[in-house]
């Protein structure tokens, strides 16, 4: 592989995987709007957004190719839905201080991947990939004990973005023409709630100051710049190295959580991410060897 055009998809990966990260200082600083509202104009202005992206790319003919495919419209709804779910879960976990509880369900999504490969696509797992699962389940027995209940959040978050890339494998579509049709099919709810909202006096898209509604604008505007570099990282780099930089993400919010808004992480707790942690590095190893074996039967088959 090019040592430019890789070093290229490492630089698109690292930018799309801070601004993920950047996420849980960037929505508390809209703290003071509901999760609810930030959601609706997250998705309103994200759809925008990606609109004057296509059209600037002339991508139109593109996506209108691939709502026609059997079943796609209903399967990007179906991903819309988990999507939005996953983002109100993120946004109400910011606003509830359980940053650090969101970190560990973006940690524990690839091993969700892997188990949900296994009971849905009936994936035969090998000796890492069972080892990594069990680690997985682990920690959330730990955190069972440690808190006296199961991690809700880091379940629902985990869990409703692992169902996501299940349901988004199945529709042949860009990543931004892909999260348009997402957000389109998000709006007809957004428009319902507002109109409600609306009827008990509350304006979910006016009514806030300046820096208020900037920030709103900047929601979609983030929503959809890393997932443009996170398309462009996948597309010069081998999906090995892509799952390495993926930790980066739930590290910078874990390390926001404690540094910068003073969540506790118990000793007790330690032991969860160790597990998680533990169980990456088996996943990580399996990725990174199954990666090696492909390039090899690519260059034994080279004439």
Same mark, same amino acid.
């Given at each position: ?141 730990? %955190? ?37 049709? %997402? ?121």
């Amino acid at each position: 592989m090019d040592q430019g055009k890789t070093l290229a998809g490492i630089g698109f990966g690292l930018g799309a995987y801070g601004i993920w990260g950047f996420f849980p200082l960037f929505f508390r600083q809209l703290g003071h709007v509901s999760p609810v509202d930030v959601l609706c104009n997250r998705a309103l202005w994200a759809c925008l957004f990606v609109a004057l992206i296509l059209t600037a790319r002339r991508g139109w003919g593109q996506l209108a190719a691939a709502t026609r495919g059997p079943g796609n419209v209903l399967r990007l709804t179906v991903a819309a839905l988990l999507v939005g779910s996953n983002w109100l879960g993120f946004l109400w976990a910011v606003d509830q201080g359980l940053v650090i509880a969101g970190s560990l369900g973006y940690f524990l999504t690839p091993l969700v991947n892997v188990l949900l490969g296994m009971l849905v696509l009936k994936e035969r797992l090998d000796g890492k990939e069972w080892i990594a699962v069990a680690l997985a389940l682990a920690a959330v027995g730990n %955190e069972f004990v440690v808190l006296g209940s199961l991690p809700w959040v880091s379940l629902f978050l985990g869990g409703t973005f692992g169902l996501y890339g299940l349901v988004r494998k199945t529709v042949k579509v860009d990543a931004v023409s892909g999260l348009w049709l %997402e957000t389109l099919s998000m709006l007809p709810l957004v428009a319902i709630y507002a109109l409600w909202q609306n009827r008990h006096g509350h304006a979910v898209f006016s009514g806030h100051d300046g820096l208020t509604l900037f920030l709103l604008a900047m929601s979609g505007a983030l929503t959809a710049l890393p997932l443009m570099l996170f398309a462009a990282a996948t597309q010069r780099l081998n999906l090995a190295t892509v799952g390495m930089l993926m930790y980066i993400n739930p590290t910078m919010q874990l390390v926001t959580a404690v540094w910068l808004f003073g969540e506790k992480l118990e000793p007790a707790r330690l032991l969860t991410f160790a597990l998680i942690w533990i169980g990456l590095v088996f996943y990580s190893w399996n990725g990174w060897q199954k990666y090696a074996r492909l390039r090899r039967d690519e260059k034994m088959d080279m004439p």
